[in-house]
């Protein structure tokens, strides 16, 4: 199995509807991440957890909202969004939260309709 | 500034070399990485730097290190067609985020 991975690959959804974006990491890794990355800003962190516990919430609107079960889960429920909410979701995952490298997931491009 | 700052997009030619910039922001960053992306793929590692180093080399990857002036370049030896993606530079500036550029498009032509 792949080391990070996203499901669904593509969404579309309208804004009432709710969501979710699933990640799992087959790495053993213990911190995990939420990126967008849209065609108008560099990579944008969104959240952080480490040992399931959350330490970073770049102010974020509370129409995201993260879960992080276990180390290896993580998940982003999604609900009245706005079309410029459409993105590209990345997840990631790291051994800690130092300077070690972060392993990306390939993705959910996400569009709201 | 307050941005990773990299220009938006490299035409090469087959077997020639590429440069891609980057002026980051923080001059106590202790990381910085440069990052390969695919169509359709999320981000890959290609090689990282530790601040106290001017230079490292992998293969045909070499990567230069200005701290004074906060410069960070990526050079790909021999380009080949597979190397088209872009190319993101990021500085880690504090052990919760990392900071990403935009992304260099690297286009490699036959």
């Known amino acids: 199995e792949t080391g990070v991975t996203q499901t669904p690959r593509h969404l579309v959804m309208g804004m009432t509807n709710k969501k979710s974006l699933k990640c799992e990491q087959h790495?053993?890794?213990?911190?995990m991440y939420w990126y967008k990355q849209s065609a108008k800003k560099p990579l944008e962190l969104m959240f952080v957890?480490?040992?399931?516990?959350?330490?970073e919430n770049n102010s974020v609107p509370s129409r995201f909202s993260p879960e992080c079960p276990n180390s290896s889960h993580l998940f982003l429920h999604l609900h009245t969004l706005q079309p410029e909410d459409s993105a590209l979701y990345l997840c990631?995952?790291?051994?800690?939260?130092?300077?070690?490298?972060?392993?990306f997931g390939e993705g959910s491009r996400l569009t709201v309709l | 500034g307050e941005d990773v700052e990299q220009s938006l997009f490299l035409s090469v030619r087959e077997g020639d070399s590429s440069v891609i910039n980057c002026t980051y922001t923080?001059?106590?960053?202790?990381?910085l990485y440069w990052y390969k992306q695919e169509p359709g793929a999320g981000l890959q590692l290609l090689t990282y730097?530790?601040?106290?180093?001017d230079m490292k080399q992998d293969q045909r990857l070499t990567v230069l290190l200005n701290k004074k002036d906060k410069h960070l370049s990526l050079r790909i030896a021999d380009t080949q067609t597979g190397d088209s993606a872009i190319y993101f530079c990021?500085?880690?500036?504090?052990?919760?985020?990392?900071?990403f550029g935009a992304g260099t498009r690297l286009t490699v032509k036959p």
């Open positions: 990631a995952s790291s051994q800690d939260m130092g300077p070690g490298e972060l392993f």
């Open positions: 790495l053993g890794h213990n911190a």
């Open positions: 957890y480490s040992l399931e516990e959350r330490v």
């Open positions: 923080d001059s106590s960053s202790t990381y």
């Open positions: 730097i530790f601040s106290n180093m």
């Open positions: 990021a500085e880690r500036w504090n052990n919760n985020d990392m900071r």
